[in-house]
């Protein structure tokens, strides 16, 4: 099993930044040949959505709704994954959700990924 915890959500106005950190412990996922650690949020009444995620490789993918503002990175050696959001909006409310997902795949869809942490709230203000 892997256990991941967000943090790092809260308020803030439109235009501001905030950062999301992921730390992850349990099995060591790492281990696999490929995964990903990724990003999704999730509004009141809406779907769960792919925000971003960073490949084994290294690779990184985002939403079209995210990309110029948001950046994903991650510290191998702390098993921890940030999401870096910038030029924030209101519509950028949601819950957001880590998740791990192993083996191959575009690592864009829920079904992808196998474990998730609890969620963080983010509010942005207008």
């Known amino acids: 099993q892997v256990q991941l915890v967000e943090s790092g959500g809260g308020l803030v106005q439109a235009g501001g930044s905030l950062r999301l950190s992921c730390a992850a412990s349990g099995r060591t996922f790492s281990s696999y040949a490929m995964y990903a650690m990724g990003w999704f949020r999730q509004a009141p009444g809406t779907e769960r959505e792919f925000v971003a995620a960073?490949?084994?490789?290294?690779?990184?993918t985002f939403a079209d709704s995210v990309k110029g503002r948001f950046t994903i990175s991650r510290d191998n050696a702390k098993n921890t994954v940030y999401l870096q959001m910038n030029a924030l909006k209101p519509e950028d409310t949601a819950v957001y959700y880590c998740?791990?997902?192993?083996?191959?795949?575009?690592?864009?869809?829920?079904?992808?990924?196998?474990?998730w942490g609890p969620g963080t709230q983010v509010t942005v203000s207008s």
């Open positions: 960073v490949k084994w490789s290294g690779g990184r």
């Open positions: 998740a791990v997902a192993m083996g191959s795949g575009t690592y864009t869809l829920v079904y992808q990924y196998a474990y």
